[in-house]
C-alpha cells in the first residue's frame, strides 16, 4: 500500500521559512519522481514542484521558483521541501504526491497545513 506523509507545516510570519518532509513507503522510491501539490483556502489544487527519481532534475511552478526547493534522500525515503521568503499567498495544505499529470495525481499524502501570517 502506497503511503506518503507529510510533516513540517506550521505557522510562520511573512518572509519566514519551513521545511516540509514527505515519507513515502509502499512502492519503490527511488524509481518515481515526487511532487508537490497544495490547494490555497477555497481554491483548487496547484502544482508546486517535482523532483526526478534520481534527483538530478528538479521543477518549479513559477509561483514559487527561487524562494522553494525540493530535495530528496533515497536512503530514507523522504522527499524535503524547503520553502524561504513565505508569503500570505503560500498559505494552503501541502501535499506529496506521485504519479501526477499537473494536479491530478494518483496517490498523495493527508497533507500538512502550512500558515503564512503575521
Known amino acids: 500500500e502506497v503511503q506518503l506523509v507529510e510533516s513540517g507545516g506550521g505557522l510562520v510570519q511573512p518572509g519566514g521559512s519551513l521545511r516540509l518532509s514527505c515519507a513515502a513507503s509502499g512502492f519503490p522510491f527511488s524509481t518515481y519522481y515526487i511532487h508537490w501539490v497544495r490547494q490555497a483556502p477555497g481554491k483548487g489544487l496547484e502544482w508546486v514542484s517535482k523532483?526526478?527519481?534520481?534527483?538530478?532534475?528538479?521543477y518549479y511552478a513559477d509561483s514559487v521558483k527561487g524562494r522553494f526547493t525540493i530535495s530528496r534522500d533515497n536512503a530514507k525515503n523522504t522527499v524535503y521541501l524547503q520553502m524561504n521568503g513565505l508569503k500570505s499567498e503560500d498559505t494552503a495544505l501541502y501535499y506529496c504526491a506521485i504519479g501526477c499529470s499537473g494536479v491530478h495525481c494518483s496517490n498523495r499524502g493527508q497533507g500538512t497545513q502550512v500558515t503564512v501570517s503575521s
Open positions: 523532483i526526478s527519481d534520481s534527483g538530478r532534475y528538479t
